[in-house]
């Protein structure tokens, strides 16, 4: 069973920085696109980035390049993310997900999900 574990989330101020660790448990991360999405209250899950399964290429959301860079370790079995330059718009739950079959931005392509980790951004 794939269970995928965020954390780094937090208290941060405005333009700081902070990094998301993602720990995926399991035989199939390797061979598993990763991504990142975000869920503001009272907003739907918007997606932030994605990596292939080879860390080759990446995928970011427009309102997040430049500032967001999503990496992987494939030996440690964990994806991050890269936080820089936070805005209080960055204020959300962050989620990881994995895909088996699928790379991109849409949430219904990828097949498991962590729980999220808090991010809020004082001004």
């Known amino acids: 069973q794939v269970q995928l574990v965020e954390s780094g989330g937090g208290l941060v101020q405005a333009g700081g920085s902070l990094r998301l660790s993602c720990a995926v448990s399991g035989p199939t991360f390797s061979s598993s696109a990763m991504a990142w999405f975000r869920q503001a209250p009272g907003k739907e899950r918007e997606f932030v980035a994605a990596?292939?399964?080879?860390?080759?290429?990446?995928l970011n959301a427009d309102s997040v390049k430049g500032r967001f860079t999503i990496s992987r370790d494939n030996g440690k079995n964990t994806v991050f993310l890269q936080i820089d330059s936070v805005k209080p718009e960055d204020t959300a739950v962050y989620y990881c997900?994995?895909?088996?079959?699928?790379?991109?931005?849409?949430?219904?392509?990828?097949?498991?999900w962590g729980q999220g980790t808090q991010v809020t951004v004082s001004s």
């Open positions: 997900a994995a895909a088996s079959l699928y790379y991109g931005l849409d949430p219904r392509g990828y097949d498991h």
């Open positions: 990596i292939t399964r080879s860390g080759r290429h990446t």
